[in-house]
């Protein structure tokens, strides 16, 4: 009988480890569930992110397309334009739109300028960023310039008034910004380098409210 109980004890106690393991085991694989759940959401996630960022890249590629339909003849002959960051930079060398020192556009900058907005107004979910670049160069104050800085938000803000002027693209969309002569293409410091760093670049943005607020959730 003594041999018995023991044997009954040893059996119950067996049982009791069995439940805890179990009960252990349910545990794992409730929070194993959980975590494949979690992971097919994020999968699903990150899914429409590549998605979503699939087509603004598509977007900006359509857009440079136009753009350089729009401004055939000139690409290469003072104005380059290329993709990257999913942005659209459109590059304009001073000589197609300045003279030397002068916030002024001339006759040939107009008219790529007038070109330029007509593919914008067809493409409302673009803002428009426009910078305005200058050489190391100190120019002596002249006038309304007083130094590089102003001369490349003065170049800027003539840019946006013509684009704005000639067609009926929201100004909302148009932000005008100097950024002198910190933002170099060419750190030669030799006359061709110079001349490179000196212009405009129309930057063209895709809207990311949508990616945003996808990523804020």
Known sequence: MTQLQKTQEELQAQEDALRTLESSLHKKEKTLNNLNQALAAREKRVAELEDMIAKKDAAAAELKDKVKAALLGFENNGLTI???????????DESL????????????GIVVLKKL???????????ILVEGHTDNVPMKSQGAISDNWDLSVKRATSVVKIMTKNSTVNPK????AGR????PLDLSNTIEGRKKNRRIEVILIPKLDELFELLGE
Do not use: M, W
Request: charged content about 20%; glycine content about 10%; aromatic content about 10%.
């Open 82 to 92: 290329e993709q990257k960051n999913g942005k659209v930079y459109v590059s304009l």
């Open 173 to 176: 969309r148009l932000t005008a």
């Open 97 to 108: 739109l300045f003279s030397s020192g002068s916030y002024n556009v001339g006759s040939k």
């Open 180 to 183: 002198g002569e910190y933002s």
């Open 117 to 127: 907005a007509v593919v914008l107004e067809q493409s409302p979910d673009i803002n």
